[in-house]
């Protein structure tokens, strides 16, 4: 596999800042930049995932689409594999598929390091921070005064900004940051800013200790408190993280209805962090729960969540995919919602077996909201852009399976790269099935049904080295959103992890695995009665650094 030669900016640690560093400054001009040569082909390393070059990397920040890119900044340290003074690493791509990887946008200074936050285009020019013609891209992205952590205050965390005027190649911070300051809560963070036309104002949502705090502002640069939310419903098993609240409509009608993005680590359903949501109206002032919704969360779903007393609804309910939020400013005509997340968990991330770099991205996935047997549901399906990325695919012969199928056997392929779409029959009560994901080696992953449970799973007991962590090997699971006899199921595998959609994007799970050697040998179990395999394709997906 070849090089890529990537222009990488030097970081500087926290301790290096200038204690009277002008509050403005450009933060790419003023750091020397190198040529580093970085391979794309360690073990382990994602194909068709983003990861960075080297270093650090946890959540997805400032996901912005302007000017024909789509930008996804990231928690990042670049000094070390494991987390530290945070920065917000940068890249760009045209189709949330292939990145371009630019230097650092933002590095820590006096006020703190950089942890996570989001990005938008200030279109009308409301900061003033730009002008009609050439408007901001602002950053708007918590600082965090680990000095002040350390002394025992508990207003170390304050929102600040940083504005560009030339696509996000350099930045400049706000001369009067913080423009939100801590009112002397000790878990203060991460801002989803967007823009509510309906008031002509900016939202911010904003994550605070164990509920959400919205804020609004004329201008990007003065806010004021407008509701709190959460302290008494959903899952809090740890502190909620990384929020984003935005319009979906019900698919197939022009019914809309808000979205409530939250994070938590602890406290997620198989444990460690996860992504949950609520769905109901905001007015621009309040978000008030679906009254189905709220119903819902009161009610025991087929996978037990129970969390202090409390239910939570989720995203993605594998082990690792965290920290998840959509992009801002999509343009209208394309309509869709599109989201990212980081593909990790706390509970391991910063000791899994990757010696240069550590952590990806789960593929972009567009997000709808769908009727459910247990009501209206986000369902989320890989972006159609992974199709830019497609190799030779190979159909699957229409048969009855009692037993196993062995996909790849016989099959002119031999790469742990794919998308691995099947429509299944049942064809007998209780029967069950399982896509097996193995090597030569023994060692295999399970992804499949499980019927006594009503559930689907993914088993990573056998996946290969898991001996760097006591609480990473075990079998997930995740409620079954369906009731009929039909059960559409897509894998997307790459070297290291599978993100998995059934029913249409209705139960998503995504678990990583670290095997000795890559996962080609792929074959279809059933158990305790018979399926039928109505139709079947395996797609080779092409590494995007070729």
């Known amino acids: 596999m070849r090089k890529l030669y990537i222009a990488a900016a030097l970081g500087a640690l926290l301790s290096s800042c200038s204690s009277n560093q002008s509050a403005v400054e450009n933060t790419t001009a003023e750091t020397a930049a190198a040529d580093t040569s970085v391979t794309f082909n360690e073990p382990h390393r994602p194909q068709f995932h983003f990861t960075p070059p080297s270093g650090w990397m946890n959540d997805p920040n400032g996901m912005v689409y302007h000017n024909g890119e789509y930008h996804l900044?990231?928690?990042?340290?670049?000094?070390?594999?494991?987390?530290?003074?945070?920065?917000?690493?940068?890249?760009?791509?045209?189709?949330?598929?292939?990145?371009?990887?630019?230097?650092?946008?933002?590095?820590?200074?006096?006020?703190?390091?950089?942890?996570?936050?989001?990005?938008?285009?200030?279109?009308?020019?409301?900061?003033?921070?730009?002008?009609?013609?050439?408007?901001?891209?602002?950053?708007?992205?918590?600082?965090?005064?680990?000095?002040?952590?350390?002394?025992?205050?508990?207003?170390?965390?304050?929102?600040?900004?940083?504005?560009?005027?030339?696509?996000?190649?350099s930045w400049k911070k706000y001369e009067a940051n913080p423009v939100l300051k801590n009112p002397g809560i000790r878990d203060f963070r991460d801002p989803k800013v967007m823009w509510y036309e309906a008031g002509q104002k900016w939202i911010m949502t904003l994550a605070v200790k164990d509920h959400i705090s919205f804020y609004s502002s004329p201008n990007l640069l003065d806010w004021k408190l407008e509701s709190d939310f959460g302290a008494n419903v959903g899952a809090h098993g740890g502190v909620w993280e990384c929020p984003d609240l935005f319009k979906l409509k019900v698919a197939g009608t022009e019914e809309e209805k808000w979205v409530l993005i939250v994070n938590i680590n602890p406290g997620a359903p198989n444990g460690g962090s996860g992504t949950q949501y609520f769905l109901g109206s905001f007015d621009g002032n309040k978000f008030v729960m679906d009254p189905q919704f709220e119903a819902s969360l009161n009610t025991k779903p087929a996978i037990a969540t129970t969390v202090n007393g409390q239910e939570g609804i989720w995203l993605d309910y594998g082990r690792d995919e965290y920290a998840g939020v959509t992009w801002e400013n999509v343009p209208e005509q394309d309509g869709r919602r599109l989201f990212m997340g980081w593909m990790s968990n706390w509970a391991y991330a910063n000791v899994v077996p990757t010696e240069k770099w550590r952590s990806a991205m789960t593929v972009a996935r567009t997000l709808e909201l769908v009727n459910t047997p247990a009501g209206l549901r986000v369902a989320s399906m890989p972006v159609k852009e992974l199709q830019h990325i497609y190799g030779a695919t190979h159909d699957l012969e229409g048969q009855d399976v009692t037993g196993a199928l062995a996909i790849s056997e016989g099959a002119p392929f031999s790469t742990p790269t794919f998308d691995l779409q099947l429509e299944l029959e049942r064809l007998s009560t209780g029967g069950q099935f399982a896509v097996e994901l193995s090597n030569a080696k023994g060692q295999k992953v399970l992804v499949g049904y499980d019927a006594a449970r009503g559930q689907y799973y993914i088993d990573r007991r056998n996946a290969g080295s898991n001996s760097f962590s006591d609480d990473f090997a075990g079998i997930h699971y995740a409620p079954r959103l369906a009731s009929d006899a039909s059960f559409p199921v897509r894998l997307l595998v790459d070297v290291a992890s599978v993100e998995f959609f059934a029913d249409g994007g209705k139960t998503v799970m995504t678990d990583i695995f670290f095997p000795d050697e890559p996962f080609t040998n792929v074959r279809l179990i059933t158990e305790k009665g018979q399926y039928r395999l109505k139709s079947g394709k395996l797609t080779e997906l092409k590494s995007i650094y070729n």
């Open 73 to 169: 900044f990231y928690q990042h340290n670049p000094d070390s594999t494991v987390w530290g003074p945070m920065h917000w690493g940068h890249a760009v791509s045209k189709d949330m598929v292939s990145w371009e990887h630019l230097p650092i946008a933002l590095y820590p200074d006096s006020l703190g390091t950089i942890f996570s936050g989001s990005a938008v285009v200030d279109v009308k020019n409301t900061s003033g921070l730009g002008t009609a013609n050439n408007p901001a891209m602002v950053a708007i992205y918590t600082y965090h005064d680990a000095e002040g952590e350390k002394a025992g205050r508990d207003d170390f965390q304050t929102q600040g900004i940083a504005f560009s005027l030339d696509n996000g190649r």
